[in-house]
C-alpha cells in the first residue's frame, strides 16, 4: 500500500511561485508513473505533469514552461515548482502514482492510477 502526502500549498499573488512536495511511502516497483492533478471547484481533474521512474516527464499544455516536475529518490518525495501562477492555476493539487506500469495510455486518465493523496490548496490571487 503506498500512501501519498502533499504540501506545500498555500496563496499566492500572480506572476509569484510555489514549491509543492508529495512525500511517498517507499515505492519498491518499477516501472511507476507519478503525476500531479489538480481540480478547481466545479470542475473535472486536470493531469497536468507525470514522471515515469524512467526520469521522463511529459506537462499538459496548460502549465508547459511554467512549472517543473521532478523527484528526489533518496526522500522519496516528487515535486512540482510552479513559476508563474495565474489565477487560473487556483485549485486543490493531487499526486498520484500507479501500480506496477508506465504512464496510462491517455497519459492522464485518472483510473489509470492507483494511489492518490489528500490534496494541497493552491489559490492564485490577481
Known amino acids: 500500500q503506498v500512501q501519498l502526502v502533499e504540501s506545500g500549498g498555500g496563496s499566492v499573488q500572480a506572476g509569484g511561485s510555489l514549491r509543492l512536495s508529495c512525500a511517498a511511502s517507499?515505492?519498491?516497483?518499477?516501472?511507476?508513473?507519478m503525476a500531479w492533478f489538480r481540480q478547481a471547484p466545479g470542475k473535472e481533474r486536470e493531469g497536468i505533469a507525470t514522471?515515469?521512474?524512467?526520469?521522463?516527464?511529459l506537462y499538459a499544455d496548460s502549465v508547459k514552461g511554467r512549472f517543473t516536475v521532478s523527484k528526489d529518490n533518496a526522500k522519496n518525495t516528487l515535486y512540482l515548482q510552479m513559476n508563474s501562477l495565474e489565477p487560473e492555476d487556483s485549485a486543490m493539487y493531487y499526486c498520484?502514482?500507479?501500480?506496477?506500469?508506465?504512464?496510462?495510455?491517455?497519459?492522464?486518465?485518472?483510473?489509470?492510477?492507483?494511489?492518490w493523496g489528500q490534496g494541497t490548496q493552491v489559490t492564485v490571487s490577481s
Open positions: 517507499a515505492i519498491t516497483y518499477r516501472p511507476y508513473c
Open positions: 498520484a502514482v500507479t501500480g506496477i506500469s508506465w504512464c496510462p495510455r491517455p497519459r492522464f486518465a485518472v483510473g489509470g492510477y492507483r494511489y
Open positions: 514522471f515515469e521512474s524512467s526520469g521522463n516527464t
